[in-house]
């Protein structure tokens, strides 16, 4: 059963394209038409390409692995992290730190720097201190959590990117490639396709039309890691059954063990007994 259908893909207006003159040729196949100079998206094609993408994403969060989102438009970070933060995935929608990827024990340090802030807080450290330097630490604080605090979490490289608008997100979609992280991306008619693995043929403007198509992919999402979560809850009763077995089957085997060496000490005695007679 498809994730989304062709109907409300239609209400969201995933099917608006860019401008003609604004076309990437590498998306013809996914364009239907061209309507008062804008092409017009096959959401036909956009419906299969949800499905396939909303699977692989399963599978990945099902594998315990992180899906890290990137949307920096004005538009759409806000519902990119809302969508992000319910299945618990790491995400940017500030701007895109350089080297994030291809640089991220640098960005880890920073996210330390944070926790370190943080202890100073805690401790009462803060109170030998002068206005100006609370206040200093404070601003630098403030500016990792806007640009660090999403991704706070993320101990390691993520499993896959996730992006909105892959000409907006350039620098994250290159690392990405560099790196051989798969990049699941909405891609839009002015956009090239090739430096995708997952591409979704969508409008990545209008905010409905990223909404509806972040639900069916975050639905997958969820999906997968409460899977993870029955996987594990049936490995650790088999776990505990099989533990359970073991002590019950030892007192069993104990006796079995006794009553199998009383014959042979019965014997033992016999012989012994009868030795001297022989003599």
Same mark, same amino acid.
């Given at each position: 059963?498809? @994730?989304?259908?062709?109907? =409300? $893909?239609?209400?969201?207006?995933?099917?608006?394209?860019?401008? *003609?003159?604004?076309? !990437?040729?590498?998306?013809?196949?996914?364009?239907?038409?061209?309507?008062?100079?804008?092409?017009?998206?096959?959401?036909?094609?956009?419906?299969?390409?949800?499905?396939?993408?909303?699977?692989?994403?399963?599978?990945?969060?099902?594998?315990?692995?992180?899906?890290?989102?990137?949307?920096?438009?004005?538009?759409?970070?806000?519902?990119?992290?809302?969508?992000?933060?319910?299945v618990?995935?790491?995400?940017?929608?500030? @701007?895109?730190?350089?080297? =994030? $990827?291809?640089?991220?024990?640098?960005?880890?340090?920073?996210? *330390?720097?944070?926790? !370190?802030?943080?202890?100073?807080?805690n401790d009462g450290t803060y109170s030998n201190l002068s206005k100006r330097e609370i206040?200093?630490?404070?601003?630098?604080?403030?500016?990792l959590e806007k640009n660090l605090g999403s991704i706070a979490d993320l101990t390691r490289l993520p499993s896959a990117l996730f992006v909105v608008d892959v000409m907006?997100?350039?620098?994250?979609?290159?690392?990405?490639?560099?790196?051989?992280?798969?990049?699941?991306?909405?891609?839009?008619?002015?956009?090239?396709?090739?430096?995708?693995?997952?591409?979704?043929?969508a409008n990545d403007d209008a905010k409905d039309s990223v909404e509806v198509i972040l639900d069916a992919c975050c639905a997958a999402i969820a999906e997968g890691l409460e899977e993870r979560k029955v996987e594990k809850a049936d490995e650790k009763a088999a776990k505990e059954q099989a533990e359970a077995d073991a002590v019950e089957d030892k007192p069993k085997r104990t006796r079995k063990a006794r009553k199998d060496a009383a014959p042979k000490e019965e014997a033992t005695v016999e012989a012994e007994t009868e030795a001297p007679a022989a003599e």
């Open positions: 059963m498809s @994730r989304t259908n062709f109907d =409300m $893909l239609l209400q969201a207006g995933c099917h608006f394209g860019h401008l *003609k003159r604004k076309w !990437n040729p590498a998306m013809a196949p996914y364009i239907f038409m061209e309507r008062n100079g804008i092409h017009i998206i096959d959401l036909h094609k956009t419906v299969a390409k949800i499905d396939e993408a909303a699977d692989a994403l399963k599978q990945i969060a099902k594998s315990g692995k992180k899906i890290l989102f990137v949307a920096t438009k004005k538009q759409t970070k806000d519902i990119v992290a809302d969508k992000a933060a319910a618990n995935m790491p995400y940017v929608i500030e @701007r895109w730190p350089g080297g =994030m $990827l291809t640089n991220f024990p640098t960005i880890r340090k920073a996210v *330390k720097k944070m926790a !370190n802030i943080d202890k100073l807080m206040l200093q630490i404070s601003r630098q604080r403030a500016k907006k997100e350039a620098i994250a979609v290159k690392e990405a490639n560099r790196l051989g992280i798969p990049v699941f991306a909405i891609v839009d008619t002015n956009s090239d396709p090739n430096n995708v693995d997952f591409m979704i043929p």
